[in-house]
């Protein structure tokens, strides 16, 4: 007998998304032996020790990660189905197939050293590897989600305890000699932390407050956003988590209620921007501090050696490594060129307007895939990974995509992974003579 009640929606789905008759079962190892496993190998994928070289061991194991889980990239693309695929195996093909060659001809690089300017990009792969190892390690959705709720929570409190117990003394102003604690002119001494899993943990207790709201949780985003004001520092980011947590709560208010807090924030944030702007533009600018002047020299730089020719526009010029018999503080004659300062106009220098369009192609299209694995599976941690592809694209143009692109990776196949085994999305490996999505046995489908 049906039941009259208002229709819900149709929610149509791509093919990749078809949902499945039987749900992904077990575990691969004991709950805890899975969760030691995930806590471990989520912050290499995240590339949460890939610049702090202060950290000997685990950096080395970062840099070298993508080599070690290449065997279960490949096995990803070659057996898996995952959505967006394509579109990255074509930005592969161009990164790793024709850049490298570009450098050669415009930089001067040598053969070796044109290969290994792609090692930058080879955590975009992380896509691929963290799918293979999540499909082997066959985690429940509950334990995925309080490994990220883990690490995340975490990130907060160990920054917490670092600035409270270490010295002064283990401050240093030089990056080459440290990157996570640091003492700068502009902002005195901070900690530089691994952001990534604090930061989807701030957009996971926004999304979190607006389904379930507890006052508690208001005062942990409160806190959270205290303690990277007073000891992250980084202002960009802190301004793009904050953008982040205001859209997450925005776009879940009720339409009359959205659009008039919307309203109130496009009339007021221009305007507060613009007040400080004129009150104080000198002190504005001082604030900024050398970072605005050397992204300022890089960029004069950089554009004046692409110059007038459409080649390089198209194309890029591509880079060089700090190690080679080249670099680009030798072609520049200036110690103060960094691309990763110069956000898309970096891109555009190293891989051409055809590869900048390529990479955004790429980032909107997981953004978009992830917001509508969330909206099936309407979880808070499903949103928040969808909140962080947005994160990173508002801060691209100050921090390069190409600086940590292993994040976006991760965050894809956590989304996509974390939808599946919901029961909502299909096996990873949907044609019927290919694996299944459980590691445990074979499946026929009837």
């Given at each position: 007998?049906?039941?009259?009640?208002?229709?819900?929606?149709?929610?149509?789905?791509?093919?990749?998304?078809?949902?499945?008759?039987?749900p992904q079962t077990g575990e691969r190892f004991s709950g805890a032996m899975t969760m030691a496993l995930l806590l471990g190998c989520l912050p290499l994928f995240a590339q949460s020790f890939?610049?702090?070289?202060?950290?000997?061991?685990?950096?080395?194991?970062?840099?070298?990660?993508?080599?070690?889980?290449?065997?279960?990239?490949?096995?990803?693309?070659?057996?898996?189905?995952?959505?967006?695929?394509?579109?990255?195996?074509?930005?592969?093909?161009?990164?790793?197939?024709?850049?490298?060659?570009?450098?050669?001809?415009?930089?001067?690089?040598?053969?070796?050293?044109?290969?290994?300017?792609?090692?930058?990009?080879?955590?975009?792969?992380?896509?691929?590897?963290?799918?293979?190892?999540?499909?082997?390690?066959?985690?429940?959705?509950?334990?995925?989600?309080?490994?990220?709720?883990?690490?995340?929570?975490?990130?907060?409190?160990?920054?917490?305890?670092?600035?409270?117990?270490?010295?002064?003394?283990?401050?240093?102003?030089?990056?080459?000699?440290?990157?996570?604690?640091?003492?700068?002119?502009?902002?005195?001494?901070?900690?530089?932390?691994?952001?990534?899993?604090?930061?989807?943990?701030?957009?996971?207790?926004?999304?979190?407050?607006?389904?379930?709201?507890?006052?508690?949780?208001?005062?942990?985003?409160?806190?959270?956003?205290?303690?990277?004001l007073t000891i992250y520092k980084q202002r960009a980011a802190i301004a793009a988590m904050f953008l982040v947590c205001g859209y997450g709560f925005l776009i879940s208010l009720a339409p009359?209620?959205?659009?008039?807090?919307?309203?109130?924030?496009?009339?007021?944030?221009?305007?507060?921007?613009?007040?400080?702007?004129?009150?104080?533009?000198?002190?504005?600018?001082?604030?900024?501090?050398?970072?605005?002047?050397?992204r300022q020299t890089s960029f004069a730089l950089g554009s004046a050696f692409l110059g007038e020719d459409p080649w390089r526009w198209l194309f890029g010029v591509g880079a060089t490594t700090?190690?080679?018999?080249?670099?680009?503080?030798?072609?520049?004659?200036?110690?103060?060129?960094?691309?990763?300062?110069?956000?898309?106009?970096?891109?555009?220098?190293?891989?051409?307007?055809?590869?900048?369009?390529?990479?955004?192609?790429?980032?909107?299209?997981?953004?978009?895939?992830?917001?509508?694995?969330?909206?099936?599976?309407?979880?808070?941690?499903?949103?928040?990974?969808?909140?962080?592809?947005?994160?990173?694209?508002?801060?691209?143009?100050?921090?390069?995509?190409?600086?940590?692109?292993?994040?976006?990776?991760?965050?894809?196949?956590?989304?996509?992974?974390?939808?599946?085994?919901?029961?909502?999305?299909?096996?990873?490996?949907?044609?019927?003579?290919?694996?299944?999505?459980?590691?445990?046995?074979?499946?026929?489908?009837?």
């Amino acid at each position: 007998m049906r039941v009259a009640g208002r229709r819900k929606a149709a929610v149509t789905l791509p093919r990749a998304f078809t949902p499945v008759v039987e749900p992904q079962t077990g575990e691969r190892f004991s709950g805890a032996m899975t969760m030691a496993l995930l806590l471990g190998c989520l912050p290499l994928f995240a590339q949460s020790f890939y610049y702090l070289h202060e950290f000997t061991l685990p950096y080395l194991l970062s840099k070298g990660w993508p080599v070690l889980t290449l065997p279960a990239s490949l096995y990803a693309a070659l057996r898996l189905q995952l959505p967006a695929r394509r579109l990255y195996l074509i930005y592969f093909a161009y990164a790793l197939g024709l850049t490298p060659f570009i450098s050669i001809l415009q930089l001067g690089n040598g053969l070796v050293d044109a290969i290994i300017t792609t090692v930058k990009i080879w955590p975009l792969t992380y896509y691929f590897g963290l799918s293979a190892v999540l499909f082997w390690l066959s985690p429940t959705f509950l334990r995925t989600k309080t490994a990220l709720v883990v690490l995340g929570a975490g990130t907060f409190i160990l920054m917490l305890a670092l600035w409270i117990l270490m010295p002064s003394s283990s401050y240093v102003n030089d990056p080459q000699l440290g990157k996570l604690f640091m003492i700068e002119e502009e902002r005195g001494y901070r900690i530089y932390m691994p952001m990534f899993f604090g930061a989807l943990y701030l957009f996971y207790l926004t999304r979190s407050f607006i389904q379930r709201p507890n006052v508690l949780v208001p005062l942990a985003i409160l806190l959270g956003f205290v303690l990277l004001l007073t000891i992250y520092k980084q202002r960009a980011a802190i301004a793009a988590m904050f953008l982040v947590c205001g859209y997450g709560f925005l776009i879940s208010l009720a339409p009359r209620l959205r659009l008039l807090a919307g309203g109130l924030a496009v009339a007021t944030v221009p305007l507060a921007l613009a007040y400080f702007m004129l009150r104080d533009i000198e002190g504005l600018t001082d604030s900024l501090g050398g970072s605005l002047t050397v992204r300022q020299t890089s960029f004069a730089l950089g554009s004046a050696f692409l110059g007038e020719d459409p080649w390089r526009w198209l194309f890029g010029v591509g880079a060089t490594t700090r190690f080679g018999s080249i670099t680009l503080a030798d072609i520049f004659q200036n110690s103060n060129f960094y691309v990763a300062d110069l956000g898309w106009f970096g891109v555009v220098f190293e891989y051409g307007i055809v590869g900048a369009v390529l990479l955004a192609g790429l980032y909107v299209l997981s953004y978009f895939v992830l917001l509508r694995a969330a909206r099936v599976g309407d979880d808070p941690m499903q949103l928040a990974l969808s909140d962080y592809v947005l994160y990173m694209l508002i801060t691209s143009p100050v921090y390069s995509l190409v600086f940590t692109p292993g994040e976006l990776g991760v965050v894809l196949a956590l989304g996509v992974y974390m939808s599946r085994v919901h029961g909502r999305l299909p096996s990873t490996a949907a044609p019927a003579h290919r694996i299944s999505f459980s590691t445990h046995r074979h499946r026929t489908r009837t």
